[in-house]
């Protein structure tokens, strides 16, 4: 079993289906288990689009790889404002979501869907989603656990608390950032016990990734949020996988291409050799065409 991370792709559509491409290639030969780390919509063009191609990948049963997604903080806000909507309670169109790069999500789906009552499906959806996973892989002797924002004070096997259930004190774990003064009490990304892999906070590092070794976890949030933007100039975006002991890290970018590759131990960072790379490479396709969703007739969704 191989498991693959990733975090934040926030709508940018070539990013995400190069890395589809290479889990759907990898899956051919090994088992694969793809863990999305919240974060997947908002701010970019694409993001009501890769959301439903998403949706169709986990429930159909012939699609190559396994798929977690994880909640982040702007699923959260989406969720908010369809519970709204559901209460038939008025949204401000000046609201959280929006504010944040929501609308261009939710009119995606209105475009793409325009049925309310199968646009509630996707929202139920989302207010079903996980806030956190714990592995049983180990990192420097520590179980590694994924969320979004922060690390769980208490970290159970199974995560019991979905998008749904979270109260003010949860919410913590998928929108805290260090020194947040959003909150009456320090902010700690990590914890002791685990060793955390975060995204939700931008990091301009030249691969995407930041460790931080005081509070000891991994931020692997490539700014793709700030590039949708245009806040960045570049956007490198992380696909981390867990081995035995260590991580390995391929960095993205929207060209279809595979630019680095590094190992992560020891809170220390070594670069794939130019033979690693390479290899890394043959199983992205480089031919990609970028699929486009399309309305079908009977008023389902395709791709091409």
């Known amino acids: 079993m191989r498991k693959f991370i990733i975090s934040d792709i926030h709508g940018n559509g070539d990013l995400y289906y190069s ?9 051919k030969e090994d088992e694969v288990t793809l863990y999305i780390n919240g974060d997947l919509i908002d701010r970019g063009s694409e993001s009501g689009q890769i959301l439903l191609d998403l949706i169709n990948r986990m429930n159909n049963p ?3 790889f396994k798929i977690v997604y994880l909640a982040g903080n702007h699923e959260l806000m989406m969720h908010k404002v369809f519970e709204r909507r559901r209460k038939e309670v008025y949204v401000p169109k000046h609201n959280d979501w929006y504010n944040n790069g929501g609308r261009v999500t939710d009119d995606a789906l ?16 989302i207010s079903n ?18 969320v979004h924002a ?3 004070l208490k970290v159970k096997d199974e995560c019991d608390i979905s998008i749904k259930d979270t109260n003010l004190f949860s919410e913590y774990y998928l929108w805290a950032r260090e020194d947040d003064n959003m909150y009456p009490f320090r902010c700690r990304i990590g914890n002791k016990y685990y060793f955390t892999i ?16 005081h509070e000891n976890y991994l931020n692997i949030d490539g700014g793709c949020a700030a590039y949708a933007v245009g806040y960045y100039e570049y956007d490198h975006y992380p696909l981390v996988e867990i081995k035995d002991d260590y991580l390995s890290i391929l960095t993205f970018n929207s060209n279809n291409e595979i630019i680095y590759g590094n190992y992560f131990k020891d809170g220390k960072s070594i670069s794939f050799t130019s033979d690693e790379i390479t290899k890394a490479r043959e ?3 480089q031919e990609l065409e970028v699929k486009k969703l399309l309305r079908l007739p009977d008023d389902l969704i395709g791709y091409k």
Not at 198 to 213: A, D, E, M, S, W
């Open 150 to 152: 922060a690390c769980p």
């Open 198 to 213: 975060i995204g939700h906070t931008p990091n301009n590092k030249r691969y995407g990734y930041f460790y931080n070794t």
């Open 110 to 125: 209105v475009n793409l869907l325009g049925d309310k009552d199968k646009i509630l499906q996707v929202a139920d959806f």
């Open 19 to 27: 890395v589809m491409s290479y889990l759907e290639n990898i899956s």
């Open 62 to 64: 012939d699609n190559p």
């Open 283 to 285: 199983y992205l396709n």
């Open 129 to 146: 989603l996980k806030i956190y996973h714990k592995f049983e892989d180990l990192l420097d002797g520590k179980r590694i656990v994924l």
